[in-house]
């Protein structure tokens, strides 16, 4: 992780955007860390970046795992058995 301080990436924050998109930029202020500068080299690395930092996403996965351990959930295979019984209906 590139390390740069505040005042250096307020002068050349273009460049550094561009750095960030293959690695993460460690800000510091003071010497101490203050944040950190991820880039985005498409939309759909913006949209993954949403969605595993999403605490609502991250609830309804934890909530589906625990599901699944306690034996809740539907396997794969007998999905696949159950489409294919609808289609033939």
């Given at each position: 992780m590139k390390k740069v301080a505040l005042t250096e990436l307020k002068d050349y924050l273009s460049r550094y955007l561009r750095l960030a998109e293959k690695e993460q930029i460690l800000i510091t202020r003071h010497g101490r860390p203050a944040g950190v500068l991820t880039g985005f080299s498409s939309e759909d690395e913006w949209f993954d970046y949403?969605?595993?930092?999403?605490?609502?996403?991250?609830?309804?996965?934890?909530?589906?795992?625990?599901?699944?351990?306690?034996?809740?959930?539907?396997?794969?295979?007998?999905?696949?058995t159950a489409k294919k019984r609808r289609t033939k209906e």
């Amino acid at each position: 992780m590139k390390k740069v301080a505040l005042t250096e990436l307020k002068d050349y924050l273009s460049r550094y955007l561009r750095l960030a998109e293959k690695e993460q930029i460690l800000i510091t202020r003071h010497g101490r860390p203050a944040g950190v500068l991820t880039g985005f080299s498409s939309e759909d690395e913006w949209f993954d970046y949403q969605l595993e930092n999403d605490p609502r996403f991250l609830k309804r996965i934890e909530k589906a795992r625990s599901s699944l351990q306690s034996g809740q959930g539907v396997k794969l295979k007998d999905v696949s058995t159950a489409k294919k019984r609808r289609t033939k209906e």
